[in-house]
């Protein structure tokens, strides 16, 4: 929404919408599975978003050494 503005960002999350429904539609074996609350943090990489922000201050000139917690 930041990007491109608020009207675009809402046509653009209706026509997923739409499409879900076509498919939905178009086949009747076709089921919907909600993939749960809980997908996107599931789905995280923990390995890959610690050598992410590690870059990232070492870009900013810091250096960074990691010990567990």
Not at 6 to 21: G, M, W, Y
Not at 55 to 65: H, I, M, N, P, S
């Amino acid at each position: 929404m930041k990007r491109r503005g608020k009207l675009k960002a809402l046509v653009a999350v209706a026509r997923s919408i739409l499409t879900i429904v076509w498919h939905l539609l178009a086949d009747p074996t076709t089921r919907y599975h909600d993939l749960g609350t809980d997908y996107h943090t599931r789905r995280l990489d923990t390995a890959r978003r610690t050598r992410n922000h590690v870059r990232q201050l070492e870009a900013l000139g810091y250096k960074v050494t990691l010990a567990a917690a």
